[in-house]
């Protein structure tokens, strides 16, 4: 019993010897297994099917460029991924709802940056238009107004299009792939989708009867992206993407998944090689011949440069001829002007006289009569009245009445310039005068020659101007002479005349700009335009003289006349005059 006791007592201590031993052996983990273990798991969110970029593949796994790129940073960084895939615009609620943690492929807005924080953009996306083969081809998005696109839900190019007024006209779909079937079935007009992804989708499922009709009318910035807030993840996402891009890593990435669908890359070391083979004879031959030919160059630049001094003498000779030749008839004309303007305004005034004699009559006469007509109007009804209603011409007539008053003044005036012009009279005005009144009673002058020229006719007046010496009238008639010309500038009625005045304080002087869209004025012609009888538009009646009065009346003011142009762009005039002077 003694020595059984014994043995039970041994194979206890054994036991327990054991048992302590293997409670203070060390555990042997690896450090890796540890890390991996305790690191938190990043869910990445992506698109189902958005092909090359994401999607998933037959086997319902993550593919794609982005995740390839995802992978890869993941690795260099040392953190742990789980992609979770779905529906673009659940993927995109789900980021801000944070059951994602991360996109890793969304276009750049300044829109969605109230929301999220965008990594740089690892590729750029551009965009093009679909159609079905046979659809009228089209070179931009604003060419889609009116026409139903099919785009697909909150993607980048539905929000562009929503924003620019096109919302109208979109068709949703929850995918691209679902988007070009739409298209293919005969259903909408255009589709607008990534360019790659488009044309993935078009050769997988083989769309033979759809068409790339207008590439890259929209390139956009491709990035990961998180939930504002949450830049320190984002900050990790980058910086393993500046790794890649570095190690070659990302390159190799994009070439696999991208490169096969973007136009070959020209070898340009083959190209250098074979290039020179083929051009280093030719440039020897060339080197030779272009030795031998500066030879000859040489002196035929010297006999050249010889007759060309010969014909530049002669020509300066026969230009100062013409300049005397031209003086000369110009005094003869002006001698002969002096003559028959006397005769000329004492013919035109006579008429012209009486018109402004019986005017105020037949202004009193219609006064009177309206009375009757109105009593007629009111008791039978409308009538004609010189072939038109009744009615129309009750407010016409005084207007057609005071227009020929208006014109018949403005005969007197231009005949009384004429005479000034003739005898140039150097006297200056002292009527105070007010310049945007002046100005506006010109523009009510000429508002039929504006109406029949042009469609966009813009004046400014300043709201207070100082005073100047003067008389209204010349004045008036600068104006209208500028106004006029403008109006004969134009090519069609979509081009515009500009007007605007304004006090320059500086200077003590008031100024109006004149600006018009026309033709322009030719630089060799800029500085004869103020010359007796110098005309550009003799062929369709004109004179020459309305520049050159103009100028002698602003000159009499002790203001300046000033002309700049470029041809094909259109004139611009200032006319500066002095203000009053405060006493």
Not at 9 to 35: D, G
Not at 168 to 196: C, F, I, K, Q, W
């Amino acid at each position: 019993m003694p020595g059984r006791s014994y043995l039970i007592v041994t194979v206890a201590s054994l036991f327990l010897l054991t048992l302590l031993f293997l409670c203070a052996a060390p555990v042997h983990v690896s450090a890796e297994e540890l890390t991996t273990s305790s690191k938190p798991v990043i869910i990445v969110g992506g698109d189902r099917d958005y092909p090359p970029y994401e999607f998933l593949d037959k086997n319902g796994q993550p593919a794609g460029y982005n995740v390839d790129l995802t992978r890869a940073i993941a690795d260099v960084m040392g953190m742990k991924v789980e992609f979770r895939f779905g529906g673009w615009s659940e993927m995109r609620n789900a980021l801000l709802d944070g059951s994602v943690d991360v996109l890793q492929g969304i276009s750049y807005s300044e829109e969605r940056t109230r929301t999220l924080s965008f990594s740089p953009p690892h590729t750029i996306i551009n965009h093009a238009i679909f159609a079905r083969r046979g659809t009228r081809p089209v070179n931009s998005l604003e060419e889609l107004r009116g026409k139903e696109i099919i785009v697909f839900r909150d993607g980048i190019m539905h929000d562009y299009l929503k924003s620019h007024g096109f919302a109208s006209n979109l068709v949703m779909t929850e995918t691209p792939a679902d988007a070009l079937r739409l298209l293919a079935s005969g259903r909408h007009d255009y589709a607008v989708l990534a360019m790659l992804p488009g044309m993935y989708i078009i050769r997988e499922h083989h769309l033979t009867n759809l068409v790339l009709i207008a590439k890259s009318i929209s390139t956009q910035k491709y990035c990961y992206a998180v939930k504002s807030g949450n830049e320190e993840l984002l900050a990790r996402f980058n910086e393993g993407l500046a790794i890649l891009k570095k190690t070659g890593r990302y390159q190799e990435i994009y070439d696999q998944w991208l490169g096969v669908l973007e136009p070959p890359k020209v070898a340009w070391a083959k190209v250098i090689r074979y290039g020179a083979m083929v051009m280093g004879p030719l440039l020897l031959i060339l080197a030779g011949t272009v030795f031998w030919s500066r030879t000859l160059q040489r002196q035929v630049a010297l006999r050249t440069e010889e007759l060309a001094l010969e014909v530049s003498e002669r020509k300066r000779t026969m230009e100062e001829l013409k300049q005397h030749q031209d003086k000369l008839i110009q005094a003869d004309k002006m001698a002969s002007l002096g003559i028959l303007v006397a005769g000329v305004a004492h013919e035109i005034n006579n008429p012209n006289g009486l018109i402004l004699l019986n005017m105020p009559i037949l202004k009193e006469v219609y006064r009177d009569a309206g009375e009757i007509l109105d009593d007629r109007y009111r008791d039978q009804g409308d009538f004609n009245l010189g072939g038109l209603p009744y009615s129309r011409m009750r407010d016409e007539v005084p207007h057609l009445l005071e227009e020929m008053q208006e014109g018949a003044n403005r005969i007197r005036r231009i005949v009384e310039e004429l005479k000034n012009f003739a005898r140039r009279d150097t006297s200056a005005a002292t009527d105070v005068v007010d310049f945007n009144a002046v100005v506006q009673a010109a523009v009510r002058l000429v508002d039929s020659s504006l109406h029949s020229s042009t469609n966009r006719f813009e004046a400014r007046y300043a709201p207070t101007i100082p005073p100047i010496h003067g008389n209204a009238q010349r004045i008036e008639q600068v104006v209208v002479n500028l106004l006029l010309n403008a109006c004969q500038s134009l090519p069609d009625m979509e081009h515009g005349i500009f007007l605007t005045t304004f006090h320059d304080q500086a200077a003590g002087t008031v100024v109006l700009k004149l600006t018009d869209e026309g033709g322009g004025i030719a630089p060799e012609h800029l500085a004869h335009l103020t010359d007796p009888f110098f005309t550009t538009k003799r062929e369709t009646g004109g004179t020459g003289l309305g520049l050159s009065v103009s100028s002698t009346i602003v000159n009499d003011h002790g203001g300046s006349l000033e002309f700049g142009s470029t041809p094909g762009v259109g004139t611009t005039v200032t006319l500066t005059l002095p203000c009053c002077r405060r006493t």
